[in-house]
């Protein structure tokens, strides 16, 4: 099956940048998707990006996807205290989701 | 429009016990699955449903595991009888169509002791 990889951790500043990193294996994922959760809340879908773009941007989102590096990342701009939270990348193929095991983002004052 | 809801929100039941969770999709969405995270791990798929007919179970961990959508609208799945293993979040998730974006629910958390 397919195997992501993310970081599992990832403190910020309030107000900087944060790049959150995912590899995948499975060259023929269709899309490829950012999955956003909130203490006690569901998964939240913030963003994807069609295996045939480089990038994708969406307000303070940007995806950036390199598929011969199999490499996927989100950058999050000026990041605020509501960014906290668990992040899952996640690859779409035979009808259904592989997620990573999340990154939970830490936003500090 | 109501989204994914499941039900109970959180089960703590003893090892050797049966747990039913339970699962109503967007209206009118064909598709739903069921996923689990354990403890810090990935997101695993378990399976999928197009109405009521099971069209993919190849991530149910083992027979104490059963799935059922009679009728096409909300879903069960009831493990029978718990292990320690099976604690984690389960998540439901649903879909107008196969390639649509998923909707997910809040997850039922489950803890085996």
């Known amino acids: 099956g397919e195997d992501v990889e993310q970081s599992l951790f990832l403190s910020v500043r309030e107000g900087d940048s944060s790049v959150i990193n995912c590899t995948y294996t499975d060259s023929s994922s269709t899309y490829l998707y950012w999955y956003k959760q909130e203490p006690g809340a569901g998964l939240q879908l913030l963003t994807y990006?069609?295996?045939?773009?480089d990038m994708k941007q969406d307000q303070r989102l940007t995806v950036l996807l390199n598929k011969k590096d199999k490499h996927l990342s989100l950058r999050i701009a000026d990041t605020q205290t509501g960014d906290s939270a668990i992040y899952f990348c996640a690859v779409f193929n035979d009808y259904k989701l592989s997620f990573g095991a999340g990154t939970t983002v830490t936003v500090r004052a | 429009e109501a989204g994914v809801t499941q039900f109970p929100s959180h089960s703590v039941i003893e090892k050797g016990q049966t747990v039913t969770l339970r699962c109503d999709p967007i209206?009118?969405?064909?598709?739903l699955y069921w996923y689990r995270r354990v403890m810090g791990k990935e997101i695993k798929f378990l399976l999928h449903?197009?109405?009521?007919?099971?069209?993919?179970e190849s991530g149910m961990p083992n027979n104490r595991f059963l799935a059922e959508r009679t009728g096409g609208t909300y879903s069960t799945l009831k493990v029978q009888p718990a292990e320690l293993e099976d604690s984690g979040v389960y998540f439901c998730?649903?879909?107008?169509?196969?390639?649509?974006?998923?909707?997910f629910g809040p997850g039922t958390r489950l803890t085996v002791l």
């Open positions: 998730a649903s879909s107008r169509g196969t390639t649509d974006e998923q909707f």
């Open positions: 449903f197009v109405k009521e007919s099971k069209q993919d």
């Open positions: 209206s009118g969405h064909d598709n």
């Open positions: 990006i069609f295996s045939n773009m």
